[in-house]
């Protein structure tokens, strides 16, 4: 079977390779068996982030797992630019949104950060990855992007590594239309909470050097709205949409 004919992609924590055993869980056996009515000799898409998407069949299928082999590599390993996306979470359902297009835009690291307008102080980091595994396994995409967990901002600029933009999406130059160049690869994409930052977070992003302060149009936009903009403008001029 073709890998064009492949609908069902899945990903794995496995090693994958020509001939490759794969047993299955229990949670990937019920979607597979029970929910897509799969059998045995089915064929599927897998891949783990690392080795590209590979055919695999259906050798085993149980209710409470199974098993696959590995064919042939159908997709080879295609790992996005260096890029991270640094933004405040919002409501849980525009939370999730903001994971998932950042997976499929092509993020290669998503990191919540809490801010003095924060409107949520924690966040269920499990959930939110498995939403980017999702993301992965629905766009034909073979990398997964991490999703950190929460963190203080002014900690994670305390460590910011050196030789990395932050190219941060200002609100307070939402009357400038045209957005200023994008700096390449290693960079990270801010995005600020609902309420935007407030004026001692706004002063201290003014004052460090690596900071790239952008306007996202002549408009204020929602902040999942804005995440998707700021990935939209930096894959289209600095990363691999150019």
């Known amino acids: 079977m073709s890998g064009e004919a492949v609908k069902i992609r899945l990903f794995l924590e496995q090693p994958l390779g020509a001939g490759q055993g794969l047993d299955l869980s229990r949670d990937h056996a019920h979607?597979?068996?029970?929910?897509?009515?799969?059998?045995?000799?089915?064929?599927?898409?897998?891949?783990?982030?690392?080795d590209g998407a590979w055919l695999a069949e259906v050798v085993e299928a149980g209710k409470r797992g199974g098993r696959l082999q590995c064919q042939h590599q159908i997709?080879?390993?295609?790992?996005?630019?260096?890029?991270?996306?640094?933004?405040?979470?919002?409501?849980?359902?525009?939370?999730d949104f903001i994971v998932e297009k950042a997976a499929e835009m092509g993020a290669a690291r998503i990191l919540p950060v809490q801010t003095e307008f924060t409107n949520s102080d924690r966040i269920?980091?499990?959930?939110?990855?498995?939403?980017?595994?999702?993301a992965a396994?629905?766009?034909?995409?073979?990398?997964?992007?991490?999703?950190?967990?929460?963190?203080?901002?002014s900690r994670l600029l305390a460590a910011w590594p050196e030789g990395r933009a932050l190219i941060w999406a200002d609100e307070g130059l939402a009357?400038?239309?045209?957005?200023?160049?994008?700096?390449?690869?290693?960079?990270?994409?801010?995005?600020?909470?609902e309420g935007g930052f407030s004026p001692s977070?706004?002063?201290?992003?003014?004052?460090?050097?690596?900071?790239?302060?952008?306007s996202l149009g002549p408009r204020i936009l929602?902040?999942?709205?804005?995440?998707?903009?700021?990935?939209t403008l930096w894959q289209s001029t600095a990363g691999d949409w150019a």
């Open 124 to 134: 269920r980091q499990d959930r939110l990855q498995a939403h980017a595994v999702e």
């Open 75 to 95: 997709t080879p390993q295609r790992d996005p630019p260096d890029l991270w996306l640094i933004f405040a979470p919002i409501k849980k359902a525009r939370t």
């Open 31 to 50: 979607y597979l068996f029970n929910v897509m009515r799969l059998g045995p000799g089915a064929a599927i898409a897998v891949f783990n982030g690392h």
């Open 222 to 231: 929602r902040a999942d709205t804005a995440a998707v903009a700021a990935l």
């Open 175 to 193: 009357e400038t239309a045209a957005p200023a160049p994008m700096p390449p690869a290693p960079a990270a994409l801010l995005i600020g909470p």
């Open 137 to 153: 396994e629905q766009c034909g995409g073979t990398f997964v992007p991490v999703v950190e967990d929460l963190q203080p901002l």
């Open 201 to 214: 977070e706004r002063a201290r992003l003014r004052a460090l050097p690596m900071v790239h302060p952008i």
